[in-house]
């Protein structure tokens, strides 16, 4: 089965830390990421930008109403995708627990909705 695993971060986990701590932490999740990827688990992944960067568009009022920033205002921002491979939920839980990231920020783990993601890949071949 594939998973989507969102990797959130808690910005106050950067509070204090100097930057050797905060690129020995990504580090870390690096070479956990490399261990999935022997394993055959690691698909892919994105780092995402700041939250600040980010729009959210949803309809109001039958109109397209897009307002700067995330859609939830928290502590927690989702800092990045990682793509998985496991054989069933409780496989992808016990890899991503294991994940250094988790330190920073929780980590949603959703399976594909394989259905649908065949019919985007047909829709794909199609036009290409």
Same mark, same amino acid.
């Given at each position: ?28 999740? =690096? +070479?956990?990421?490399? @261990?999935?990827?022997? !394993?055959?688990? $690691? &698909?892919?992944?994105?780092? /995402?930008? %700041? *939250? ?18 995330? =859609? +939830?205002?928290?502590? @927690?921002?989702?800092? !990045?995708?990682? $793509? &998985?491979?496991?054989?069933? /939920?409780? %496989? *992808? ?36």
């Amino acid at each position: 089965m594939r998973f989507v695993c969102l990797g959130y971060y808690d910005e106050a986990w950067l509070e204090g830390k100097s930057e050797e701590e905060i690129s020995d932490a990504m580090e870390a999740c =690096f +070479a956990y990421d490399d @261990e999935l990827r022997r !394993g055959g688990h $690691f &698909l892919g992944g994105q780092a /995402l930008q %700041h *939250a600040s960067q980010a729009v959210t568009l949803r309809t109001l009022n039958g109109q397209v109403d897009v307002t700067d920033g995330p =859609f +939830a205002e928290t502590k @927690e921002q989702i800092g !990045g995708l990682l $793509f &998985l491979e496991a054989r069933d /939920l409780n %496989h *992808a839980i016990a890899l991503i627990s294991k994940h250094p990231g988790i330190g920073m920020g929780p980590f949603e783990i959703r399976p594909v909705n394989e259905e649908i993601s065949a019919l985007i890949k047909e829709r794909d071949a199609a036009i290409q």
